[in-house]
């Protein structure tokens, strides 16, 4: 095996897909600000609404819920028609919604805020990155989905620290005004700046795709049905040892991860830390994560991707047992870094 993958000319300049790289990224950064805002008040608020720990449990799941589940139909839609639109719909969907944090005055309705919420989001990040991948070149997808990756991670770690410092000089409503100012913002920057994928790539249009499914080529055989290569594609990815391996490595650390997230914020009060702490705390963690992406993106391209994935799952392992243990927050500081 060869430690790097030779780079295939991509028919993308180099200055057009730095610009695009540049408007996604950014959009998706200013957008996950403004949803990482929310994560160090929202288990609060929804304690404040008569929340039981089951249901703040419930109100974040609800968004993941619905996400997962519309991620597969809107990444079917990206494949047909033009990325740029779906994601600036899902960006001002995201606005929309954020109002409705403010006049959720239950916690059931709060959890069909955050599941419509959630829908919104399957709009967004999974299609910037089915994006990227039509830009990059052979050899280079990790180098350039670990910028984007690390713009998302910088954006979430702002936002916890903006967010607790918002609710502790200004209340929970602000913090969800400032969710609706960033998302739309990110919306505007797509409209303005980001490139319709069809004047990339014409041959990926969604004219073409849509002909060839319709009318196929001489030398191909007519395609089945879509549902059953959908079907046939995920029993293959799951059937691999080695998709399927990494795809639960990495459920398993974003279900812990998310688990310590969602109360830590009504933790560390208990040990006298503010949700500005809180937010701290939490941003900490991401910023790290998000610069190291970028590392270890350009280390994946050059080696094998699986002796980084094995040491790295035992090493957020060999953190959780510690976590129990923090009692001030030094000791969390520690414990994230």
Same mark, same amino acid.
């Given at each position: 095996?060869?430690?790097?993958?030779?780079?295939?000319?991509?028919?993308?300049?180099?200055?057009?897909?730095?610009?695009? $790289?540049?408007?996604?990224?950014?959009?998706?950064?200013?957008?996950?600000?403004?949803?990482?805002?929310?994560?160090?008040?929202?288990?609060?608020?929804?304690?404040?609404?008569?929340?039981?720990?089951?249901?703040?449990?419930?109100?974040?799941?609800?968004?993941?819920?619905?996400?997962?589940?519309?991620?597969?139909?809107?990444?079917?839609?990206?494949?047909?028609?033009?990325?740029?639109?779906?994601?600036?719909?899902?960006?001002?969907?995201?606005?929309?919604?954020? $109002?409705?944090?403010?006049?959720?005055?239950?916690?059931?309705?709060?959890?069909?805020?955050?599941? =419509?919420?959630? @829908?919104?989001?399957?709009?967004?990040?999974?299609?910037?990155?089915?994006?990227?991948?039509?830009?990059?070149?052979?050899?280079?997808?990790?180098?350039?989905?670990?910028?984007?990756?690390?713009?998302?991670?910088?954006?979430?770690?702002?936002?916890?620290?903006?967010?607790?410092? @918002?609710?502790?000089?200004?209340?929970?409503?602000?913090?969800?005004?400032?969710?609706?100012?960033?998302?739309?913002?990110?919306?505007?920057?797509?409209?303005?700046?980001?490139?319709?994928?069809?004047?990339?790539?014409?041959?990926?249009?969604?004219?073409?795709?849509?002909?060839?499914?319709?009318?196929?080529?001489?030398?191909?055989?007519?395609?089945?049905?879509?549902?059953?290569?959908?079907?046939?594609?995920?029993?293959?990815?799951?059937?691999?040892?080695?998709?399927?391996?990494?795809?639960?490595?990495?459920? =398993?650390?974003?279900?812990?991860?998310?688990?310590?997230?969602?109360?830590?914020?009504?933790?560390?009060?208990?040990?006298?830390?503010?949700?500005?702490?809180?937010?701290? @705390?939490?941003?900490?963690?991401?910023?790290?994560?998000?610069?190291?992406?970028?590392?270890?993106?350009?280390?994946?391209?050059?080696?094998?991707?699986? =002796?980084?994935?094995?040491?790295?799952?035992?090493?957020?392992?060999?953190?959780?047992?510690?976590?129990?243990?923090?009692?001030?927050?030094?000791?969390?500081?520690?414990?994230?870094?």
């Amino acid at each position: 095996m060869k430690d790097c993958a030779p780079i295939i000319p991509n028919p993308i300049s180099p200055a057009k897909k730095t610009r695009i $790289l540049f408007v996604l990224s950014l959009s998706v950064f200013i957008s996950l600000v403004g949803i990482g805002m929310v994560v160090p008040i929202l288990s609060v608020y929804a304690d404040t609404l008569g929340a039981s720990p089951f249901w703040i449990g419930v109100v974040f799941a609800a968004f993941a819920f619905s996400r997962t589940f519309c991620m597969p139909f809107f990444g079917r839609l990206a494949d047909r028609y033009e990325k740029k639109y779906i994601m600036a719909a899902g960006l001002f969907f995201y606005a929309i919604i954020s $109002l409705g944090y403010i006049i959720a005055p239950t916690v059931e309705l709060l959890t069909v805020v955050r599941f =419509v919420h959630g @829908i919104a989001s399957a709009m967004i990040a999974p299609v910037a990155m089915a994006y990227l991948g039509e830009i990059a070149a052979k050899g280079e997808e990790a180098r350039i989905m670990s910028r984007y990756q690390a713009s998302t991670l910088f954006g979430f770690g702002a936002g916890p620290l903006m967010g607790g410092v @918002i609710y502790d000089l200004f209340g929970f409503s602000a913090a969800f005004y400032a969710l609706m100012t960033f998302s739309a913002l990110a919306c505007l920057i797509v409209l303005l700046f980001l490139p319709q994928e069809r004047t990339l790539l014409p041959s990926t249009t969604a004219a073409t795709k849509e002909k060839e499914l319709i009318e196929p080529r001489p030398d191909q055989k007519r395609p089945k049905d879509r549902n059953d290569n959908g079907r046939q594609a995920m029993r293959g990815i799951f059937g691999n040892p080695l998709y399927g391996g990494t795809m639960l490595v990495t459920f =398993v650390c974003e279900f812990s991860m998310i688990c310590i997230l969602v109360f830590i914020p009504l933790l560390v009060p208990l040990f006298g830390i503010s949700l500005g702490g809180a937010g701290i @705390i939490i941003s900490l963690n991401v910023f790290l994560a998000g610069t190291l992406q970028m590392v270890f993106g350009r280390i994946g391209d050059r080696k094998n991707r699986r =002796v980084l994935i094995i040491p790295g799952a035992l090493i957020f392992a060999v953190t959780l047992v510690f976590f129990p243990f923090c009692t001030t927050f030094t000791d969390f500081w520690w414990y994230h870094w």
